[in-house]
């Protein structure tokens, strides 16, 4: 996906694909008998709530998305000179491990009116708009890999964190789950 040509046809047909580079990941993973504590230190330090089921919740420039029972992933805007990870460890010191995830994940972003049904021909999950709702997280397998999914807020896209190892491989998956559909002629 690095080349000029082929970042070009990914804007056509009103489907973006696209790869953030943008933002900080961190992984928080909660401490036995902890949550009040955890929940009190992260609405103090990213002014959101933590989802109790396979969910997103935004708030001031941060998301944190569901990742399993008791782990989340928390997305913000990567700025020079700060390490959002180093600063969200030192808040919740003693109530959760904290992990820097930034160079071990790329993220992927799959946006347009016709998204969903680009990628259901090709993935293991309901991605209709009754069964994967705004804010829906899923962890899955595209094309044999490791992904975990959220649906935009705004329901018009996808995001898709996936291993950085197998980060070509799955911009392949996309642009072929999207070829089978004619986007990309």
Known sequence: MSNPATEAALNRSGLTISRRDDVAMTHVALRRGRRADLDARVSATLGLTLPDTSRTVEAAGQMAAWAGPEQWLVIGPQEAGTDPSAALAKALN???????VSDSRVIFR?????????????????????????????ITHASHLGVMVWRHADGQGYDFACARTYAVDFGHWLEDACSKRGVFA
């Open 110 to 138: 799959v946006r347009g009116a016709s998204a969903a049904d680009v990628l259901s021909l090709s993935m293991g999950i309901d991605l209709h708009d009754k069964a994967f709702k705004p804010g829906d997280v899923a």
């Open 94 to 100: 003693g109530v959760a491990s904290v992990v820097d």
